[in-house]
């Protein structure tokens, strides 16, 4: 799997770039902007192998909703699945419109 670039990334999951909540969120939501973890992630070797994010049928919403990243380390990126087939990956999980929580889980693929 190829990392992604940004400009990719925002072409399937425009939502990973919002740089404030969706306006439904009160005072008291707690925005975690999903771009600042990445790039903390990215400064540690971890690159984006799949993005994407949930659909919304509310006009305005599709910049905030629930979406998905899976990142590998640079070190894993191009390598074909080991460990008995499968490959160590971070899970993040987040949306900016208070349909999910942020999320942020090891996985084996």
Request: hydrophobic share 40%; proline share 6%.
């Amino acid at each position: 799997m190829e990392a992604l670039s940004h400009q990719q990334i925002r072409a399937v999951a425009p939502s990973v770039f919002a740089m404030s909540p969706h306006m439904s969120r009160s005072e008291r939501y707690a925005y975690i902007p999903t771009i600042d973890v990445l790039e903390g992630l990215s400064r540690e070797g971890f690159r984006v192998v799949k993005a994407g994010q949930s659909r919304s049928r509310i006009p305005g919403k599709a910049d905030f909703t629930k979406h998905m990243l899976r990142l590998r380390h640079e070190s894993t990126v191009d390598e074909l699945p080991s460990l008995g087939g499968v490959v160590p990956e971070i899970v993040l999980k987040n949306s900016h419109d208070g349909s999910s929580s942020y999320q942020l889980l090891g996985a084996m693929f």
